[in-house]
């Protein structure tokens, strides 16, 4: 099973340089990280075990000006390695971070104890035994990475802390959260990060989230080679052709289409580090995004208002932050109503897939099997509350009865949902607009308006006349009362038809037509006789060939 360990401890406590002795790799790749010493940014390399797994290893900041990176590398691992110094034990950020491991549920993993070599072997029991007690039931190993000492220990202790790690949930919809954007010569745009859940290969077709914007995969690679299909728990590098390096970056999420809802707002059950009052603004980290958000508390669950949409589902976890870290949460609801009701997040902690569902999610999102979904209704595999329906029915209806009765018409849903659910919202679709059924276009008082326009365009044969009423000009269009010709300009229909008659004719006996002729045919100007063969060229009846004018197809009789 596919895993990935990252690292946690204080500033210089030797973090990446225990990750170079164990995989041979720099994590240290900006320039201002080996200018200063520390690591700033995020760092990956592959960890081979000696059962000849292979681990995918994050190496995090230690600084406490960095915990924000500190927290993104952490949300994507299954097993954590915590790093201290022999020569000074456990300091702030080694407790902030094993904090965050814990908020994050990240329960398995090793205690390094790094610089054995630099101290006496007293003062390293003494930190062992501090690390036991910190954290209990994690193997603490006594390491030096400077001069080789166990590392091979080390290695068999990250090997059965793996075997302690439960299964990622990998037949879920795919879930990738970003953490890196970078292009290469030939290639493009490639993003990088944890697989949280399902698998990801070549040609996959997935969407960026929140921005909403379709993609498709054209490689996929993990630790740098090539691969056909990468599985959860995999640290992946995915090519992704068409998208520009600016329209994604670190917290986006990539994930299957219409698989997990984008909201604003989450439910959630708190842990609380330090008191976090009703109303406070909080930084939320969740997946590798950061966000900005109001707490709205109710007992010991709360509601976080996001500044910006996140992409969650329920059970996974979010740490809150002000400076330091307060607390975290476990997301009960990843797309809940505006609300601060005690008695739902009852219902919702309890699992009440009903009081979940408002809006229409696709049903392998709830993760519940074939189990029956009393109190929601389903269309194909979309999932939603008879209440939501009822809304959205009647919004729907209220568009329609403000429509224009010339088209009583509204374009139809753009949701990914709309071919399943809008039978059940009581339209039909028609193209790209849907309708009440049976419902037609109908003049009403603008009768003696279209009477007029038609006749003026009559009067004027073939000269176009400018029609500023899109609406009335489509209708009447429908209807057969004129045809519109260039932007905003019509002529009659019998005219157009005569047009028509005479182009027809000298096509079948000449075999085409050029400008010059069709002009002299309908005794028109060079600019009438233009938009009309322009009109026919869009009606498929002529096709361009040079200068001139040849029939497409034989003429409707």
Request: aromatic fraction near 4%; include cysteine.
């Amino acid at each position: 099973m596919p895993l990935t360990v990252g690292t946690a401890g204080h500033i210089d406590h030797g973090k990446t340089w225990l990750v170079r002795a164990l995989t041979g790799k720099d994590t240290d790749r900006l320039p201002e990280e080996r200018e200063r010493g520390i690591s700033i940014d995020l760092g990956y390399a592959p960890l081979e075990l000696a059962d000849g797994r292979r681990l995918s290893l994050v190496d995090v900041p230690g600084h406490e000006r960095f915990v924000r990176n500190m927290v993104a590398g952490a949300t994507g691992i299954d097993l954590f390695l915590l790093v201290v110094d022999a020569g000074e034990g456990a300091r702030p950020q080694t407790r902030e971070h094993l904090a965050v491991l814990r908020l994050l549920g990240i329960e398995q993993g090793v205690v390094a104890i790094t610089k054995v070599d630099a101290v006496e072997s007293g003062l390293v029991e003494l930190v062992m035994e501090e690390a036991r007690e910190l954290v209990p039931g994690a193997e603490v190993v006594a390491t030096s990475a400077k001069a080789g000492l166990g590392l091979d220990e080390l290695r068999d202790a990250l090997a059965r802390a793996a075997d302690s790690v439960a299964q990622r949930q990998a037949e879920g919809p795919t879930r990738l959260f970003v953490d890196r954007v970078f292009t290469l010569r030939g290639i493009g745009t490639v993003a990088t990060g944890t697989l949280w859940s399902g698998s990801i290969g070549e040609g996959d077709e997935l969407r960026i989230e929140p921005q909403g914007l379709d993609v498709r995969v054209r490689s996929v690679q993990v630790h740098d080679t090539a691969v056909e299909r990468a599985d959860a728990g995999q640290r992946v590098a995915v090519a992704l052709p068409g998208v520009e390096r600016g329209q994604l970056g670190r917290g986006d999420a990539l994930v299957e289409r219409g698989s997990y809802p984008v909201s604003y707002r989450l439910d959630v059950e708190l842990e609380e580090l330090d008191p976090i009052r009703d109303g406070a603004r909080l930084h939320v980290h969740h997946g590798t995004a950061e966000h900005y958000a109001r707490v709205v508390r109710a007992g010991r669950f709360a509601q976080l208002r996001l500044a910006v949409p996140v992409v969650a589902a329920r059970g996974d976890k979010v740490v809150l932050r002000e400076r330091t870290t307060l607390g975290g949460g476990t997301v009960l609801d990843p797309s809940p109503p505006r609300h601060a009701d005690p008695e739902r997040f009852e219902v919702v902690q309890r699992g009440d897939i009903a009081a979940l569902v408002h809006a229409p999610v696709r049903r392998a999102t709830l993760r519940v099997g074939n189990t029956e979904l009393n109190g929601l209704r389903q269309a194909g595999d979309w999932v939603f509350s008879p209440g939501w329906l009822e809304e959205e029915r009647a919004a729907l209806h209220d568009r329609l009865a403000a429509a224009d009765p010339l088209d009583p018409g509204v374009n139809a849903p753009s949701d990914l949902w709309a071919r399943e659910i809008l039978p059940l919202l009581g339209v039909e679709r028609r193209g790209a607009r849907v309708y009440l059924p049976g419902a037609e276009g109908s003049l009403g008082e603008r009768a003696d308006e279209a009477a007029k326009l038609e006749a003026d365009l009559n009067a004027a044969g073939l000269t176009p006349l400018k029609v500023d009423d899109r609406e009335l000009a489509s209708y009447l269009e429908r209807a057969g009362r004129l045809v519109r010709v260039g932007d905003g300009l019509a002529v009659g229909t019998p005219a157009f038809e005569e047009a028509k008659r005479l182009l027809v004719d000298e096509c079948e006996r000449e075999g085409s037509i050029t400008l010059a002729r069709f002009r002299d045919l309908i005794g028109a100007g060079r600019k009438q006789a233009q938009l009309l063969l322009e009109r026919f060229d869009a009606d498929g009846l002529t096709r361009r060939v040079g200068d001139e004018r040849v029939l497409r197809r034989k003429p409707r009789a």
